[in-house]
């Protein structure tokens, strides 16, 4: 199984700051890495799928990059909504695995 | 629009089984893959397994082999998970959550099912 590891698990931030959560494969996914970000009692929403295309209706602060084996999600000025937890999953092949999640936290 | 709407909670007894139901609106039901995705309390996201509803074939997390069942009804769009041989850790939130073939990413999402196994 393709083992994603994300980090940090989580961190502290501020409205308006730029926050960046990494996200790195076991093995080479190509560009199949998706984004989803979760907030409490409610179901994961997709952000951002093959690595770096913007699902349609989320802002333009969120941006995705990476290939291969390492990924990146960015937010380019935090904003209060965004306050939640965000996971990487690849989509090369089944199991289709999940990073463990990164809490963005005030 | 595009929806998926999941059954209600449940509390079952170790040893029991489980059938979470998923049902689909907006799309072509059987244009799209259904993943079951489950989240234990406090703790990350955890595939489980897909459905083709088109052909019905199926692909399950070697974990789940031998206690997960995924089936549909085409005629009524739903999706079907069925969880045997409860225990404890079973306790979670199961998540329905559709692909559309060639697309490789989860959306929408069903609301999740809160699945109880307790004593």
């Known amino acids: 199984d393709i083992q994603m590891t994300q980090s940090p698990s989580s961190l502290s931030a501020s409205v308006g700051d730029r926050v960046t959560i990494t996200c790195r494969a076991s093995q080479t996914i190509s560009n199949y890495l998706n984004w989803y970000q979760q907030k409490p009692g409610k179901a994961p929403k997709l952000l951002i799928y093959?690595?770096?295309s913007l699902q349609s209706g989320v802002p333009s602060r969120f941006s995705g990059s990476g290939s291969g084996t390492d990924f990146t999600l960015t937010i380019s000025s935090l904003q209060p909504e965004d306050f939640a937890t965000y996971y990487c999953?690849?989509?090369?092949?089944?199991?289709?695995?999940f990073g463990q999640g990164t809490k963005v936290e005030i | 629009q595009v929806q998926l709407v999941q059954s209600g909670a449940e509390v079952k007894k170790p040893g029991a089984s489980v059938k979470v139901s998923c049902k689909a609106s907006?799309?072509?039901?059987?244009?799209?893959?259904m993943h079951w995705v489950r989240q234990a309390p406090g703790q990350g996201l955890e595939w489980m397994g897909w459905i083709n509803p088109n052909s019905g074939g199926t692909n399950y997390a070697q974990k789940f082999q031998g206690r997960i069942t995924m089936t549909r009804d085409t005629s009524i769009s739903t999706a079907y998970m069925e969880l045997s041989s409860l225990r404890s850790d079973d306790t979670a939130v199961y998540y329905c959550?559709?692909?559309?073939?060639?697309?490789?990413?989860?959306?929408?999402w069903g609301q999740g099912t809160l699945v109880t196994v307790s004593s």
């Open positions: 907006g799309y072509t039901f059987t244009g799209y893959y």
């Open positions: 959550a559709s692909e559309e073939v060639f697309q490789n990413w989860f959306d929408p």
């Open positions: 093959f690595a770096s």
């Open positions: 999953q690849q989509s090369y092949t089944t199991p289709r695995t």
